[in-house]
């Protein structure tokens, strides 16, 4: 970088505009153009000529997805106006006030100079007790594809820990079309994921807003429904998912269902990887909960599953068995000794088939535990025993098998 500064403004017809252009010659910066619209602002900064682009903090279309796109140029982004928390969550490096436009050639020198735009500061640790602190649990229910009952395992769950006295919430973060909408018989037109994903790319999303997305589906039970088609993933952008489950998190308990895929098809070239909500999903989960299907393709695709589990976090895993019955011809002894071929995990749980109760709550719009006893509600209701009814205890290291 050259000791003048390259700028380039996109004022939108703000007042201040011949006063910045002024001051900022006088001061030695090399204005190289004067944008008419953020589309002229991000065509000129794609020439990697600039380092700084002076913008009205009011500037019609200026979100996250510009400020990155300007920083993939290596051009930081200076404010004049506009209101500082917002723009600065968009990754605005300065914010100038309006009626102190004579501070702006310090703010784009000041930009100007840095080598990197550095991340914000981590928040700090948590100072409460330790049982406190582990009550904001976020669980991740993942499985491969075909089907194995995934949204059924998660919409269990968070009704599980709602039904026994705690918050929950319950994202449905799966990038090919979630089914959380369809099994709680929510039939809003707004998809919850897309309203929040709107607000943190404007710098917008906070508690109050983000109360605003969600659905109250029974006591203590919160849902944010997923993506209407699965063509809109390209809407949910990087970064978005880790945004709404922190907010989820301070609400409650969080339970999220996930994709099928934790392959990054980024890094095969695509510009966005269709398998980012699951990937961020993943890294942010205090807990993993694998389900697979019993039946022999089942097992094949739950193996393989594992196996990317296994490559790509750290946290506790539970294995979940789905649709278990003895006409298989196999022990649940059988299974767990697959299991534990492939992943050690926190514990392995067996889901009856119960196709009865299954029908029952898909018809009714419900979660099985709302329609009182059936043998699959008794054994959700262990799982969840296992993952979030110990939340606010140390998860126990050494591996210990559950058959249920």
Known sequence: ???????????????????????????????????????????????????????????????????????????????????????????????????????????????????LVLDPDPPPEPSGPPAAQARRQVVVVHGPAG?????????????????????????DADPHGGAVAQHLGVLDEVSGLLAASRLVNSGSLDQASFARCRRLVAERFEVLTGLPRPDRWVEARPGVLDAVLEESAAVGDVVVDTGFSLEDDAELGRTLSRNQLTLEAVAAAHHVVVIGSAEPTGLARLARCLVEVRDSTHVPVTVVVNRMRDSLGWSRRDIVGMVEGYIRPQGVHFLPEDRAATDKALVAGTSLVELGDSPLRRALAEVHGAVLGAAQNPPISRYRPVAV
Request: hydrophobic share 50%; aromatic share 0%; charged share 20%.
């Open 147 to 171: 089907g194995p009952g995934r949204t059924t395992l998660a919409v269990g769950l968070a009704a599980q820990h709602a039904h026994q006295g705690q918050r929950s919430v319950l994202v």
């Open 1 to 115: 970088m050259t000791d003048r500064v390259a700028v380039l403004i996109a004022a939108g017809g703000a007042p201040w505009e011949a006063t910045a252009l002024r001051l900022l010659v006088a001061d030695g910066a090399a204005v190289l153009k004067r944008c008419v619209d953020l589309h002229d602002l991000l065509a000129s900064a794609a020439t990697g000529q600039a380092d700084v682009a002076v913008v009205s903090g009011r500037l019609p279309g200026i979100d996250a997805d510009a400020v990155v796109q300007l920083l993939r140029h290596d051009v930081r982004c200076v404010a004049v106006g506009g209101e500082v928390e917002a723009l600065s969550r968009l990754g605005v490096v300065s914010v100038v006030p309006e009626d102190a436009v004579d501070q702006l050639p310090v703010a784009v020198s000041r930009a100007g100079s840095e080598d």
